[in-house]
């Protein structure tokens, strides 16, 4: 059984496109994060949720508006996409109460944009 | 804010060989983390220290946080193929404290190949 899960995995869409990326977790984790990995290889924070609610907004753009309906997903909508949005999105969860243990991470969404 | 540096960027080994990768912070780390990426692949978690001294094994893995907390090793023993990926430290709080400020700092990866 996965743990953290993503979809889709690859995603090709050109530039101007609106597109959604999904993340479900099974472990019964309160928070849930969405970090980007960009072409460098550097893993950043963009957001994180607690039990649907959002605690962590980093400066990301507008653009980016993640949504929780409930405390096992949070999924991440981009609005007009762009050539720099290109990356590796990575979902992730951890417990709240020992938020610091681990965080599981998912597969991860690689992300074209043409 | 506080920045993580990883060194080296990148590593080519021989199988067998022993290998170390550091991270040094910019601040106090109150815990250190250390995770594996594989191409095409999530990240899997190694390892946290908390402690100034700590160190911890897993298989042929050792990392250590030095006594002032600001440098943390990762040291892979007799490397094999399946050791190759990115190793990723990361910087949060310490698995006491709670609140709503909690992320991860990640550093830029160490990318390591082990030539069989």
């Known amino acids: 059984d996965t743990a953290v899960s993503q979809t889709p995995k690859y995603l090709v869409t050109q530039m101007g496109n609106d597109k959604s990326i999904k993340c479900e977790q099974n472990?019964?984790?309160?928070?849930m994060y969405w970090y980007k990995q960009d072409s460098k290889k550097f893993l950043k924070i963009m957001f994180s949720y607690n039990n649907k609610e959002l605690i962590i907004n980093e400066t990301v753009p507008n653009r980016f508006s993640p949504k929780s309906p409930d405390k096992a997903h949070l999924n991440l909508h981009i609005n007009s996409l762009e050539l720099g949005d290109s990356a590796v999105y990575f979902c992730?969860?951890?417990?709240?109460?020992?938020?610091?243990?681990?965080?599981?991470f998912g597969p991860g969404t690689r992300l074209t944009v043409t | 804010s506080q920045e993580l540096e990883q060194s080296p960027q990148s590593l080519i080994v021989q199988e067998g060989k022993n290998l170390t990768i550091n991270c040094t912070s910019s601040k106090t780390l109150y815990g250190l983390y250390w995770y594996k990426q594989k191409y095409g692949e999530g990240l899997i978690f190694l390892m946290m220290?908390?402690?100034?001294?700590e160190e911890k094994s897993h298989e042929k893995i050792t990392a250590k946080l030095d006594e002032k907390k600001q440098q943390s090793s990762l040291h892979i023993t007799a490397s094999q193929p399946s050791h190759a990926g990115i190793y990723l430290c990361?910087?949060?709080?310490?698995?006491?404290?709670?609140?709503?400020?909690?992320?991860?700092?990640f550093g830029k990866g160490t990318l390591l190949t082990v030539n069989p």
């Open positions: 220290l908390q402690k100034g001294g």
């Open positions: 990361g910087a949060g709080p310490s698995s006491n404290s709670g609140g709503s400020n909690y992320k991860l700092t």
């Open positions: 992730a969860s951890s417990p709240w109460d020992r938020p610091a243990y681990e965080q599981y």
């Open positions: 472990l019964g984790h309160d928070t």
